[in-house]
């Protein structure tokens, strides 16, 4: 089992920053994949971005030179750094765990990007 607690979401204005964090506890394999999904009302959730144990990013398209994922192996921690956030940000994100052992999810962080 591997819980998983996201933090650091928030109301912000439109171009501003806001940086989450999710902390992952349990059973934490290496060679895992971490990522954040966010779905906002009324929509299916979507990738934003992954990031492997070896540091290796991926991003999509709606956030790509605006956000940036990144992680701290020792700490079992992943975060996820917004820029530039727009209205259409405007969701609740979600950590995710891939690895051995199965996947999980945290319970999301709202994120509010007011115009």
């Known amino acids: 089992q591997v819980q998983l607690v996201e933090s650091g979401g928030g109301l912000v204005q439109a171009g501003g920053s806001l940086r989450l964090s999710c902390a992952a506890s349990?059973?934490?394999?290496?060679?895992?994949?971490m990522a954040w999904y966010r779905q906002a009302p009324g929509k299916q959730r979507e990738l934003v971005a992954t990031i492997t144990t070896g540091g290796i990013t991926n991003y999509a398209d709606a956030v790509k030179g605006r956000f940036t994922v990144s992680r701290d192996n020792a700490k079992n921690t992943v975060y996820l750094q917004m820029n530039s956030l727009k209205p259409e940000d405007t969701a609740d994100y979600y950590c995710?765990?891939?690895?051995?052992?199965?996947?999980?999810w945290g319970q999301g962080t709202q994120v509010t990007v007011s115009s």
């Open positions: 995710h765990y891939t690895g051995r052992g199965g996947s999980y």
């Open positions: 349990g059973s934490i394999f290496s060679g895992n994949v």
